[in-house]
């Protein structure tokens, strides 16, 4: 039975049988894997706490003969107590692994991915950050990662440089006066948004409620459901304000 180690954030888990459990996860190497815990909801399991979701760890898998690998193992890198310390931060993780999961690339491996993750885990457990845009901030820039970065700074119709009164998910970016289509946008919250990707995010993320961050959260949100045509029932659950 061959083992393979690899470094990875827990997505999500459901049971399976009797006192199994199925984690799906996303490795450093290996991607997207879903995997098998036997025996992990008996009280007597020594791995089961290091398999909730938004948990990072090393873990060790066998393959078997069917298409779940086993867990073997597991070691937490980092054990997140201030974010799983706080309901805010708890839900706002939990957007991102859900944005994480939807992606359709099971097996197939994207350390760009993890990396981003990983680095927006250890954000939210950093008690100087408001975890208010922190989802936000993540969908904009997986849709940067992917290739799919929204046009903010002219008319995505035009080229003109403004003034932008909307977001158009659809088209990818901002619209001006004469071409508005899409959601309204203040400039409050388009300049937020040009912050967070413009390379002032971590100032953005350290500001208590900045003006306009409910229309920032409702558009990214918007941006990152139409690129993967799906709803996502818990970045629509985290408050916009």
Request: contains cysteine; glycine residues 8%; neutral net charge.
């Amino acid at each position: 039975m061959n083992t393979l180690r690899d470094e990875a954030v827990v997505l999500r888990t459901y049971r399976s049988g009797e006192s199994d459990r199925v984690v799906v996860l996303w490795g450093r190497e290996l991607g997207k894997i879903r995997t098998i815990a036997k025996g992990v909801r008996k009280t007597t399991s020594k791995i089961g706490g290091g398999l909730e979701p938004l948990s990072h760890v090393n873990i060790f898998l066998a393959n078997s003969r069917g298409d779940l690998k086993i867990v073997k193992q597991v070691e937490h890198c980092n054990r997140f107590a201030t974010l799983k310390g706080s309901f805010e931060r708890i839900t706002a993780g939990m957007a991102l692994v859900e944005v994480v999961d939807a992606i359709p690339a099971e097996d197939l491996a994207d350390e760009g991915i993890f990396t981003m993750l990983v680095r927006a885990l250890e954000t939210l457990d950093d008690p100087e950050i408001v975890p208010l845009l922190v989802p936000a901030a993540f969908f904009l820039k997986l849709l940067a990662l992917d290739g799919s970065e929204p046009l903010l700074d002219c008319c995505v119709n035009c080229s003109s440089e403004g003034p932008l009164v909307a977001f158009d998910a659809a088209q990818g970016g901002t619209t001006c006066r004469d071409c508005r289509s899409g959601r309204q946008i203040s400039p409050e919250a388009l300049v937020v948004m040009q912050r967070m990707m413009g390379g002032d995010l971590a100032g953005v993320l350290r500001e208590a409620n900045p003006a306009g961050a409910g229309e920032v959260t409702a558009v990214a949100q918007e941006a990152i459901e139409r690129h993967f045509n799906r709803r996502l029932k818990v970045a629509r659950s985290t408050p916009a304000s």
